[in-house]
């Protein structure tokens, strides 16, 4: 079982892992504090175009209502976040993660409903739409395998990005998403040229 997480690129590496593990801790650390210090971090969040709340487009993935929401994304974020982490390096990782975070922020901020919109699920949809592309651009079978198993696993995710429920942010969703597909095709690997 070990060859075959070694030839998908999975091998377990503390300091490949690093990166997620700095993320979740200042996920959670984000959480705490505003539980410790009684303080309302959800206004800090993104409220489309608000230019006063222009500096949600980077917090909000930092921002959970409750322990429930909080911990949802935790889940989903470590599975989708070690898979990435694991076929890149730590500062790939969390490079790929600022710029999701960026991307969607402002997808929504530009586009959203007039609400807070908070939470990691975001980042999660972009990892989630980042893997799939993968599978397609990479051009490695390690790669089809992974996003396919990830399909087939978390594939009821993409109604995440439709307007199903009012009081969860699926534009959040569809732009995570849709960031993660950008840049995974900007990561596509160039094809070497062969000479006769």
């Known amino acids: 079982m070990p060859s075959v997480f070694r030839r998908l690129g999975l091998v ?51 921002l959970h209502a409750d322990l429930t929401h909080l911990g949802n994304n935790t889940l989903t974020l470590l599975v989708f976040g070690a898979i990435i982490s694991l076929r890149s390096s730590s ?37 989630f739409g980042y893997i799939m592309t993968r599978g397609i651009y990479d051009g490695r079978i390690s790669s089809v395998l992974i996003s396919t198993v990830v399909m087939l696993l978390f594939g009821g995710m993409i109604w995440g990005i439709l307007p199903t429920d009012a009081r969860v942010s699926w534009e959040g969703h569809l732009f995570g998403f849709l960031a993660g597909v950008v840049l995974a095709v900007r990561h596509k690997p160039k094809r070497r040229r062969r000479y006769a």
């Open 91 to 127: 500062s790939e990782f969390l490079l790929l993660s600022f710029m999701i975070t960026l991307y969607a922020g402002l997808g929504v901020w530009l586009m959203g409903r007039p609400y807070l919109h908070v939470g990691a699920s975001g980042l999660v949809f972009g990892y």
């Open 12 to 62: 377990p590496d503390r300091r490949k892992l690093s990166g997620l593990l700095f993320l979740v801790l200042l996920i959670w650390g984000t959480y705490l504090a505003g539980v410790l210090l009684s303080k309302d971090l959800l206004q800090y969040g993104i409220l489309p175009r608000d230019w006063g709340n222009i500096s949600g487009v980077l917090a909000w993935p930092f």
